[in-house]
């Protein structure tokens, strides 16, 4: 009778650890801040993962991508590094009043802070990401943008394979820094390839926002083509803009 209750006591001990093993390798997730997305994906980006978002211009990209830091600098108290190698941060802050989105608030608090690499053409890979990894040490980031992934490939005078742009940003910022990193890559309007092809295979997810003409107007849809480890919807969602900031809403 004793050791049969000492059995079935180590039994249940087993089954415990193990149920605890299990919710403990589960993938914690970073919630994205854009209304509609979450519950596509079981609640957010798993945390500490890159993720390309890829569109033609126009498709809502910088917005996808600004409205990440910044709900998650207002809700979750995150802090958010914006890259840019195309605006200045006066013109991006001003779009973004716009969109009643208190950018210069953020920045005092220093949850969010923007910068603009465009200048550093000259410079090499090396330089260029080390000042990123400077400012996300610095500035405690867990959440980058990088925008474009496309102009960042460009940016060097000498050609650097795009493998491993890939792997650096990897390995240093996205699991050493531990930094949910958002990769936008710009499509020409009609293409349907990502970049150069191989970005899509070493990212953990990609999200394309689709913008086309029809019936005389533009339309915007956002499909998930891949989030790994997420049982993720398969359905496009439509992208709708407007002061508030982005959202996706199923399609009827
Ligand atoms: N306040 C607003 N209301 C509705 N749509 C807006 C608003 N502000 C910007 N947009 C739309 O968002 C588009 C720009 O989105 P953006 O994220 O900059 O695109 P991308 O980075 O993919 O080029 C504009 O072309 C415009 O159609
Ligand atoms: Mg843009």
């Not at 979750?76 to 195309?86: D, I, K, N, P, Q």
């Given at each position: 009778?004793?050791t049969?209750g000492?059995?079935?006591?180590?039994?249940?001990?087993?089954?415990e650890?193990?149920i605890?093993?299990v919710?403990?390798?589960k993938?914690?997730?970073?919630?994205?801040?854009?209304?509609g997305?979450?519950?596509l994906?079981e609640?957010?980006?798993?945390k500490?993962?890159?993720?390309i978002i890829a569109?033609?211009?126009g498709?809502?990209?910088?917005?996808?991508?600004?409205?990440?830091l910044y709900q998650?600098?207002?809700?979750y108290?995150?802090?958010?590094?914006?890259?840019?190698f195309t605006?200045?941060r006066d013109?991006?802050?001003?779009n973004?009043?716009q969109?009643?989105f208190?950018l210069?608030k953020l920045?005092e608090?220093k949850?969010?802070?923007f910068?603009?690499?465009?200048?550093v053409?000259?410079?090499g890979?090396?330089?260029?990401?080390s000042t990123?990894?400077?400012?996300?040490?610095?500035?405690?980031?867990?959440?980058?943008?990088?925008d474009?992934?496309?102009a960042?490939?460009?940016?060097f005078?000498?050609?650097i394979?795009?493998?491993?742009?890939?792997r650096i940003?990897?390995d240093?910022?996205?699991?050493?820094m531990g930094c949910?990193?958002?990769?936008i890559?710009?499509?020409p309007?009609?293409?349907?390839k990502?970049g150069t092809?191989?970005?899509?295979?070493?990212?953990?997810?990609?999200i394309?926002?689709?913008s086309?003409?029809?019936?005389l107007?533009?339309k915007?849809?956002a499909?998930i083509r891949?989030?790994r480890?997420t049982?993720?919807s398969?359905?496009?969602?439509n992208i709708?803009?407007?002061?508030?900031?982005?959202?996706?809403?199923?399609?009827?």
């Amino acid at each position: 009778m004793f050791t049969v209750g000492i059995a079935v006591k180590n039994v249940y001990a087993r089954v415990e650890s193990r149920i605890f093993r299990v919710r403990m390798e589960k993938i914690e997730r970073v919630p994205t801040g854009i209304p509609g997305l979450d519950p596509l994906i079981e609640g957010g980006f798993p945390k500490d993962s890159l993720i390309i978002i890829a569109g033609p211009a126009g498709s809502g990209k910088t917005i996808f991508s600004c409205q990440f830091l910044y709900q998650g600098a207002v809700k979750y108290g995150e802090a958010g590094l914006y890259v840019s190698f195309t605006e200045s941060r006066d013109s991006f802050f001003r779009n973004f009043v716009q969109l009643q989105f208190n950018l210069a608030k953020l920045e005092e608090e220093k949850k969010f802070r923007f910068i603009n690499l465009s200048s550093v053409e000259e410079e090499g890979v090396t330089e260029i990401l080390s000042t990123v990894m400077e400012e996300v040490r610095l500035n405690k980031v867990s959440r980058l943008v990088i925008d474009s992934f496309t102009a960042l490939a460009q940016a060097f005078k000498e050609s650097i394979d795009v493998r491993i742009l890939i792997r650096i940003l990897l390995d240093r910022i996205v699991h050493q820094m531990g930094c949910t990193t958002l990769l936008i890559v710009e499509t020409p309007i009609g293409e349907q390839k990502i970049g150069t092809g191989v970005e899509e295979f070493l990212a953990d997810g990609i999200i394309t926002l689709e913008s086309f003409v029809d019936q005389l107007e533009i339309k915007r849809r956002a499909l998930i083509r891949k989030m790994r480890g997420t049982n993720q919807s398969l359905k496009y969602h439509n992208i709708v803009i407007s002061k508030d900031g982005i959202r996706l809403t199923p399609m009827v």
